[in-house]
């Protein structure tokens, strides 16, 4: 038996999300079917971290164990070949040792969520980016954001569905900066409680917006409570980037 | 009677090109039916430059003429809600006097070619990018493309269908440039020959590949014969950059 790790790329558009779900197309079933097709084998995929539905990835880890033998660079090819035509590709394919594992042995995600800040629509980043038509002030979005960065209990940024065991994390970076009419904001951490990226975004959105303070912002990450925090930004511009290991 | 000038950012797959055709959805047409919807009038919307089926704009300029009055930031707002669900976007609307007009009076034009170089398809970028397999030497492209820059005759670069009266054209600028997998050409002139971007493209790949030298570029110029230069590159990496006046 071999573990596999990849780093995979997708449109989160067509899918329910990472994780397997019974209302729809998920990336996780589209890849252990592609691996199913090739090998024969029925696997479980694990991702490092489940994106939610229209969530993007470039650069999603998961890993599987296969009995069939395989290079890495053939199993790479094949995947890509049975993954057609969803909106799913395999970037790297790396062989491991079994003490891998894509979620329980990541010591770090990293996120970046792109806001098109402008009055016209989306044509070419239509579902691939955030549109906000109010003008943003990124700086005082990137200042703002320093409050959260550092260990803090998340509460106030945490889906109620979130099944994390506490809701205290450590956001070691949360960068905002502006290109033209693009603002990027990159997170980074350990791990990130359910919706945490979307909600906190949503949350700088009123910063930049000239609605909130950065008092404000330190207001909700120390009410530990979601109702006191800005709204969950839609997940169209978010994008798994890296894991660490 | 005032005469409007636009600039719009367009996703080319859904569309035959930027002009109306018998064929499927125009982009040209899709505009001058949102004017119709908004104004009443039957108008013509002018490109500064055509492009082919499946080319993406960030900055195609066009013009029309309208009897009823507008301000330009209603006309900009009205014109993006009637072209829904299209992917176009108008940018920016600016007044302009009569003897202004997007194709005549423009006195450069400047594109860009997208590559994505590597092994894995592309999931997020296709239909936007061209996927090459091979590796490709950007900077052997670089230095191949300095050979097409200045006056020259064009006809090894020029579809057969191309109406120009003269083949000879001068090109202002062709960098090529390389930011991690993905390769950025550049290219600026006054105007270009029909698909003369996506055959300069075709043939300097074969550059970056190592099919080709310099000299065989220089040669396929010399050469005005089609046939003597490099395939047609797919439509899909080509945006239209900006028309200047």
Known sequence: MQRWKLTVEYDGRPFVGWQRQDNGPSVQQSMEEAVQ???????????????????????????FDLEKPFTGLKLRDALNFHLKPAPIAVLEVEAVTE???????????????????????????????????????????????????????????RAA???AKSPVKTLDRLAVERQGEEIRVHAAAR???????????????????????????????????????????????????AARY
Chains 1, 2 share one sequence.
């Not at 090998?39 to 993007?56: P, Q, W």
């Not at 044509?123 to 109010?134: E, F, I, M, S």
């Not at 949503?202 to 709204?231: N, S």
């Open 37 to 63: 097709r090739l090998s024969g084998e029925v696997v479980r995929v694990h991702g490092s971290g489940r994106t939610d539905a229209g969530v993007h990835a470039l650069g999603q880890v998961c890993h």
């Open 99 to 157: 003490d891998f594992h894509a979620r329980l042995t990541s010591t770090g995600r990293a996120y970046v969520y792109r806001i098109v800040n402008r009055r016209a629509p989306l044509a070419l980043d239509a579902g691939r980016a955030w549109h906000v038509t109010r003008p943003l002030n990124a700086e005082a979005m990137h200042e703002a954001a320093q409050v959260l960065v550092g260990q803090h209990d998340f509460s106030s940024f």
């Open 191 to 241: 791990s990130f409680l359910h919706h945490q990226v979307r909600n906190m975004v949503g949350t700088l959105e009123l910063v930049g917006a000239g609605k909130w303070t950065v008092d404000d912002v330190r207001r909700a990450l120390d009410a530990r409570d979601r109702a006191k925090a800005g709204p969950t930004c839609p997940p169209d511009g978010l994008y798994f980037l």
């Open 161 to 163: 569905l979130c099944q």
